[in-house]
């Protein structure tokens, strides 16, 4: 009787031990689906993230050419030159009415600059100074001391 006792419960222990392990099975899968569907959530709300990037940037290609090895100081004094020239402008630039492209004709203005000026009038109104570019990050009285002539309201 003994013995049938200790092999009831040695089969009782084995039956546990299957439960158990058919448990932390179903546990795994139910981690590995949850994991998924987390991934699967993530990678849409990146791939409408990238499509808004798509449509707002630039679709222009730039071609950067190499440059020549030869007489480098003679050719970066005449293209430092042709950039100084180049930005001098007929006419003052509306800053209250000015797109980022034609900021972008102010010395020192790159397209982010351009933007964050489009950007600070789009939030706080018109300008009302010329002035009033010191309040962005980026921008300050040397800036505006090289473009006053350009600069208008």
Known sequence: MAMLHKM????QLSLY???????????????AQQFDQS?????????AHDQR??????????YLGKPSLQN????SKQ??????????LGSKINLNTASTQEL??????GEKKAQAIVDYRNQNGQFRSVNDLLNIKG???????????????
Do not use: V
Not at 8 to 11: F, G, K, P, V
Not at 41 to 46: D, N
Not at 104 to 109: P, R
Not at 139 to 153: C, D, V
């Open 139 to 153: 921008i300050g009285p040397k800036f505006i001391e090289k473009n006053k002539s350009n600069l208008g309201l």
């Open 53 to 62: 990037l798509k449509a707002s940037s630039s679709t222009t290609d730039y």
């Open 8 to 11: 009831i419960t040695l089969r």
């Open 79 to 88: 293209s430092s030159s042709k950039n100084n020239s180049s930005k001098k």
């Open 39 to 47: 991934y699967q959530s993530w990678k849409t709300q990146q791939q």
């Open 104 to 109: 972008q004709q102010l010395n020192g203005i």
């Open 72 to 75: 480098t100081s003679a050719t």
């Open 17 to 31: 031990w299957i439960q158990i392990s058919i448990l932390c099975l179903f546990s795994s899968i139910l981690h």
